[in-house]
């Protein structure tokens, strides 16, 4: 599975877009882009996932681009319940349930 | 709230003993994941089961051990225990093959003294 790298933190104004990157420049072409998110004192939950087409669910819209080594998940009206740890992780679908969990961005949404 | 449920929530152990964590997973799937999140750090792979035998399995040694039953409940067992196990162990459910989406438990908590 490609490996994915993700800054470690990032805050956003309650009420405000949050735009999370992710990088997966070694994705193979069967290879999803995956999004989950960890609230404190919860276990992860699934958020979005796709292969190479914009995807938007309602809680978020995952932008994959052209060449498909990047993507960016859009949380378009942040509260203060978002904050939480923003997991990307690329595999293969249908595959074992293995998501190899990074560390992460911490995203800190503020009054 | 997914539907997952673990038990116990928290748990103290000593090094060298065994313990037994157990999940119940959502209603109608089939399969069911162990995850174990040391502090600080994303979920690591344990071992998935589905009809009830071991389906994958990450990089754990074999004194994690896990049972999958009719109801497709679960449990993991761990034995032999020393103190890098302590972290929280995660439980997921999903439909075998759709697996595009885990629900999680919220975890059990092990401290090993």
């Known amino acids: 599975d490609a490996k994915t790298t993700q800054p470690t933190s990032m805050d956003c104004a309650e009420g405000r877009a949050a735009n999370l990157p992710c990088n997966h420049s070694t994705i193979s072409g069967n290879e999803y882009v995956y999004w989950y998110r960890q609230i404190h004192s919860q276990g992860p939950q699934y958020i979005i996932h796709?292969?190479?087409n914009n995807e938007t669910n309602e809680m978020a819209s995952l932008i994959i681009t052209e060449d498909r080594k990047s993507s960016t998940l859009i949380l378009p009206h942040a509260t203060l319940r978002d904050t939480a740890v923003y997991y990307c992780?690329?595999?293969?679908?249908?595959?074992?349930?293995?998501?190899?969990f990074g560390a992460g961005t911490r995203l800190t949404v503020k009054p | 709230e997914t539907g997952v449920t673990q038990s116990p929530t928290h748990l103290i152990k000593t090094r060298g003993q065994q313990v037994t964590l157990r999940c119940s997973s959502q209603s109608g799937h089939n399969t069911v994941s162990w995850y174990q999140q040391a502090l600080g750090q994303g979920p690591q792979f344990i071992f998935q089961?589905?009809?009830?035998?071991?389906?994958g399995r990450g990089n754990f040694p074999p004194r994690f051990s896990g049972l999958q039953f009719p109801n497709y409940s679960s449990e993991l067992n761990v034995n032999a225990l020393e103190l890098d196990d302590s972290a929280l162990y995660l439980c997921?459910?999903?439909?075998?093959?759709?697996?595009?989406?885990?629900?999680f438990g919220s975890g059990t908590q092990l401290s090993v003294l």
């Open positions: 089961y589905y009809r009830e035998e071991e389906n």
């Open positions: 997921a459910s999903s439909l075998y093959q759709r697996n595009e989406k885990l629900f």
């Open positions: 796709g292969l190479k």
């Open positions: 992780i690329v595999r293969v679908s249908y595959n074992n349930n293995d998501m190899r």
